[in-house]
């Protein structure tokens, strides 16, 4: 069956410190992969996009960077967390017309 | 540009009431994506529609691809049905990306 795990689901991170999110998908092969963000009170925001393994398209210049080391294997990073890094995090999958998105995952940076 | 429009922003119902959350989109897609997001975060997809409409137990998704246009509705709401839904479009093509209403928060009082 067609799933994706998404985690942690929450996560509380210092300013400075790394992150590392992990999204893997299953049932599928080579799906486009999402990033996206939701800031308090704001819309899902795309983060970053992959439409195959080592490709990683940037839509929002910001302190994160995405690695696809994998067909079915997306990670979210960073090297040193801001507080505006702070939100809701979500990878999800697409093929075709069919979607699918992770549980999330809510970061607090303190 | 691709946008995803949600009305209304905020809603409050009682319950018991039949509530509607509009979504209209700007050109032509594949795909629309109906979720919901409870206070935690997590994320739920309700339905995936092409044409026509849906529906699963006291929800109802409709889409008109001519209007550029979708609603859902909840017959008999209820207080758990409090939470914030959201419209996802995926627009054609092999890259197409998933682009995000901002959310309809929907509070039901019992």
């Known amino acids: 069956s067609q799933t994706i795990h998404q985690w942690p689901a929450t996560l509380v991170q210092p300013v400075g410190s790394p992150l590392s999110l992990e999204c893997t998908v299953e049932g599928t092969s080579n799906p486009n992969l999402y990033w996206y963000r939701q800031a308090a009170g704001r819309g899902l925001q795309l983060l970053f996009y992959?439409?195959?393994?080592?490709?990683i398209s940037s839509e929002v210049p910001q302190n994160l960077s995405a690695s696809r080391p994998q067909d079915r294997q997306f990670i979210l990073s960073s090297k040193k967390l801001l507080l505006s890094d702070s939100g809701f995090y979500l990878c999800?999958?697409?093929?075709?017309?069919?979607?699918?998105f992770g549980q999330g995952t809510r970061l607090t940076v303190v | 540009k691709n946008e995803v429009e949600q009305s209304p922003q905020n809603l409050t119902a009682q319950e018991g009431e039949f509530i509607t959350i509009n979504c209209s989109y700007s050109?032509?897609?594949?795909?629309l994506h109906w979720l919901q997001q409870h206070p935690g975060g997590g994320i739920v997809s309700l339905f995936m529609?092409?044409?026509g409409k849906k529906k699963h137990g006291r929800l109802i998704a409709t889409i008109n691809i001519q209007e550029k246009h979708s609603s859902l509705h909840i017959t008999a709401s209820h207080p758990r049905d409090s939470a914030v839904y959201i419209c996802?479009?995926?627009?054609?093509?092999?890259?197409?990306?998933?682009?995000f209403g901002k959310g309809t928060k929907l509070s039901v009082k019992p």
């Open positions: 992959s439409v195959g393994i080592g490709q």
């Open positions: 529609l092409s044409s």
């Open positions: 050109v032509g897609i594949s795909a």
């Open positions: 999800a999958w697409s093929r075709d017309s069919r979607a699918f």
């Open positions: 996802a479009v995926r627009y054609g093509g092999s890259q197409g990306n998933l682009i």
